[in-house]
Structure formats: C-alpha cells, structure tokens
C-alpha cells in the first residue's frame, strides 16, 4: 500500500482545514420530504389495477376464512339439527334419544357412546318461551346455537341432580316471568337440549332410557289438552348425517341463520366481518363467480388450517394436562366460554368445535365427584400421532378417580366421528361387568387393526388400517385425585 505524503503548504492547510471543521457545527441530513406509507405504496400513486383487485379477493378470502373459523360453533350445532330433523322429523315434542346407545353410524363429533343420548332442538321464536321439565339425576345442558351455555342441568346445574322445570325464554324477552321455575333468557332463538342419563352396569341402557323419557317439553301458556305429546324416536341403529356442511352450504345456511336470529346474537364486529363477504341479515346473498370461488376455497382450506392448529402444540403449554405425558384439554385452561386471563380464545375454540360439540361449565369447572374430564390422547408415549395402522397398548392405574364412570372410545381425527368397524361402538367402560381387570384393579386396552394375541377381546377396541385416530379419556364425577394428579393414565405406548 503507498501512503500519500504532504508537502509543508499542504500540511498547514490540512490543519487549518482541520481546525476550522471541528469548531463548526455539524452538517444537517438532507430533510425527507416524503411520508413513509407514501414512498412504501406505489410512490403516492394507486396500484396497478390488476393488482388492486388481486388484493382484493385476497382480502375477501382471509376473511371468508376469519368467517369460517368463528362461525364454525354455529354451524356444527346447525348441522346437527337438520340431520337430527331429516331423520327423527322437528317440534318441540321431538326428543330423539339413542336408546342402544350412539354407535358409528352416528355422523356427530366426539359422540359418547357409554351414555344414553337425549338430544333435541327448540325453536323460541316459533314457540315463545318453553317449559322443559328435567328428570333428576340427568347431566345435560343448553346451549344457545353458538353452543355458549345457557345452563348447566343436573348436578352442576340449579335442580342439583334432582330434576325441576326449566324455562327458556327467547332473546330480549319483556313479558311475565313467574315463578317456580329455574328460568334463563337465550341469545338466540334457536335453542340445542343435551341431556344424558347414565346407564346401570352391565351395562343395562333400559333404566336410563326410561328416565330419559319422563322429559317433558310444552310453551309455557299452553294447557295441557293442547300441548303435543312427546315423541321419543329410538335413533340406535340408523346412519344419521349430523355433521357440519364441507362445502358451499356452510354460506347459504349461516345466511339462512343470519337472517333468523336477531341482530344482538352476533356482535357487530363479526356482522361486520360477515358483511365484508356479503352475509348482510336481511340483504339478499349474491357472491359474484368469482367470490364463490373463493367461498368454496376456504370451506375447503379453512378445516385444513384448523387441523394444522391442532397438531402443533401450543408455545405455553396450556393445553397439555401434565409435565410428563402427551395428553392435552380440549379447553387449553380456557372457561367454558373460552376466555383466558386477558382474551378470547378464537383459535382453541375453533379447533374444538371441528371435533366436538357443547362446551359448557361442567365440563371445564374442577368440581370434585361431579361433571366431566377428558383427557385426549392422539400421541403416542414416543411424541408419534397415533395411526390405525399400528398396535397400541394403555395402562390405566388402578383407583381411576371416576365416581359415576369412566370409559375410553377411538375417534376419527378430522372431524370426531366413530371410526366404523365390525365392532360399531369403539368405546370400552367401567360400566361393563366383561372388562378384564388386572389383579391390582388397573385395566390394560389394547388399539389396533388386528386383536394381539395376549389382548383380552373385551379390552381390544379397533382402528381403522391407516386412518389417524384420537383416543379419549372420559371420567364422569371426577374426583380428587384427578384434580390433584396423584392418578395419572399412562401414555398410549405403541407395541413392536
């Protein structure tokens, strides 16, 4: 490298320069004279035209999903109704009850199928307020028909598990309240009745039906020679679709739910959120091709986006029950509403409601000896997702801390529904006398496609050859230990 050396005149200028620069002040940056959004968009100017109406159906689409994913407690309910109401037919008198119990060819999320099932749909503004008579010791609800729970009926609920009069009174109803009955206001006109009585062991489902059907449903101001008689249609044994639509009919049937209820059902943020694809209460629902092109995609990415949620576990850690074990809540530590400490959950309400259905209190509240648990398993002890393909075993300890009782059912991953297989009812209970226990009380049960040679047959329960699967966990009257973890299921271990 050369370096340049001065000449003496040259030096001395340097210096003076020199001096002269330090004792001045220093020199301004050229000042920006254009705004930030101005110089970030199109230099002040409009986009391309072809451009601007991409962004717009971009726009159109996100929030075609955003409607989908906040919808979706609505639409689930809805699609149980109309499958409920094509195969039993509709009334307030209409309570179908699945008197052998729910099996596989019952198309409905997350069904029990170790309870016997009462469940029916009441229509406030066709009726006005309606008078349900509950029999005692049912667990059930209702739900208004975004599945927020009106009440809790039975032993969390007001009549304790003795049964009472419950009254259902449309949204923003001013007439006559009277007395006597335990009385709740709903949101929405539309109104979803779940109860489920509990079978003896054997188990023996004629004593639970039996109490199921000493429920009575009639408009408050009508006489008894008037009310229609009840009807309790066995739906045991029949292929009911009781499912959600997957395809364009999720729009034209939250329109039609739109238009029915009224405004205050829905806040006006959303109503906005739904205006912006057209879904206007009142106002005719006419997408353009292209808009329904985009509808019909996001019916279709909205439920894969809702699964990739699912499989990944959330950052902090609420949704798993323990330290050391891969079971999660289907709640992530939300209330039943799916509030968490400062926000509503949108995204662990979404997931649920695309495999499950009714949330309410009893299921989320840690009340010792009553309500429900549900511990869902759908790893394996290797952190793998569970397959239909492989074997499975799981340990349950003895002292399982379920006072009413506890059983175990396979489901389908995508939706919740049974997988079907020679078996139809993919559960096993502590309710059936045939279950074999090992000598220190703990049960073992066994998954797969095939029974293991050293698998009880009353103990294996059946997947489905290379369809994923969830295993739930259910403990109705949980008790302390649960709560306090002292029990704890074992993770399902795959064999070799």
Not at 176 to 185: C, D, H, N, Q, R
Not at 276 to 293: H, Q, Y
Not at 400 to 412: D, E, G, M, Q, S
């Amino acid at each position: 490298m050369k370096i340049k050396r001065l000449t003496g005149s040259s030096m001395i200028c340097a210096m003076l320069l020199g001096a002269t620069t330090l004792g001045a002040a220093p020199v301004m940056a050229q000042e920006e004279t254009t705004p930030p959004l101005v110089r970030q968009l199109y230099n002040g100017n409009w986009p391309p035209p072809e451009e601007a109406q991409q962004l717009r159906d971009e726009l159109y689409y996100q929030r075609a999903i955003h409607a989908y994913m906040t919808m979706i407690p609505a639409l689930n309910v809805i699609g149980m109704r109309d499958g409920s109401e094509a195969a039993f037919g509709k009334g307030y008198n209409v309570l179908p009850i699945w008197k052998d119990r729910m099996d596989a060819r019952a198309w409905v999320p997350t069904p029990n199928a170790d309870v016997i099932y009462s469940m029916s749909y009441l229509d406030l503004k066709e009726t006005g307020p309606l008078v349900v008579a509950a029999p005692p010791g049912v667990i059930g609800m209702f739900t208004d028909f975004f599945q927020r729970t009106i009440t809790d009926v039975g032993a969390i609920g007001p009549d304790r598990a003795r049964g009472g009069l419950y009254l259902l009174l449309p949204p923003g109803y001013d007439g006559e309240v009277p007395g006597g009955y335990f009385a709740f206001e709903s949101s929405t006109y539309n109104v979803f009745l779940f109860f489920r009585t509990v079978m003896e062991p054997g188990p023996d489902p004629k004593p639970a039906v039996a109490l199921a059907e000493r429920t009575r449903i009639y408009p408050l101001y009508e006489v008894e020679k008037r009310v229609k008689p009840m009807e309790f249609p066995n739906g045991s044994g029949k292929r009911v679709d009781m499912m959600y639509p997957v395809d364009f009919a999720y729009w034209t049937k939250l329109k039609e739910f739109v238009d029915y209820e009224p405004v205050g059902a829905i806040s006006p943020e959303l109503r906005g959120v739904l205006a912006s694809i057209g879904i206007v209460k009142g106002e005719p629902f006419e997408p353009t091709d292209r808009e329904r092109e985009l509808l019909e995609k996001a019916v279709d990415v909205a439920p894969r986006m809702i699964m990739a949620l699912r499989m990944a576990p959330r950052a902090d850690g609420r949704d798993l029950y323990y330290d050391d074990r891969n079971y999660v809540r289907a709640w992530a530590g939300a209330t039943a509403d799916w509030m968490q400490n400062s926000y509503l959950d949108v995204n662990q309400r979404a997931t649920f409601f695309q495999y499950a259905y009714s949330s309410a209190p009893a299921m989320v509240m840690r009340t010792i000896g009553a309500g429900s648990k549900y511990p869902v398993a759908f790893l394996d002890s290797e952190g793998e997702l569970l397959n239909g393909t492989n074997g499975y075993k799981l340990h349950l300890p003895a002292g399982i801390p379920a006072k009413a009782f506890w059983a175990v059912t396979l489901y389908n991953v995508t939706d919740g529904t049974m997988p079907e297989t020679p078996q139809l009812l993919p559960s096993k209970n502590s309710l059936d006398a045939s279950i074999v226990k090992n000598d220190d009380g703990s049960v073992d049960l066994w998954f797969g496609p095939e029974k293991p040679a050293d698998a009880p047959e009353q103990n294996w329960i059946q997947s489905i050859d290379g369809r994923a699967f969830m295993a739930v966990i259910r403990l109705y009257g949980a008790d302390l230990d649960f709560f306090d973890q002292a029990w704890r299921p074992d993770d399902v271990v795959k064999l070799n």
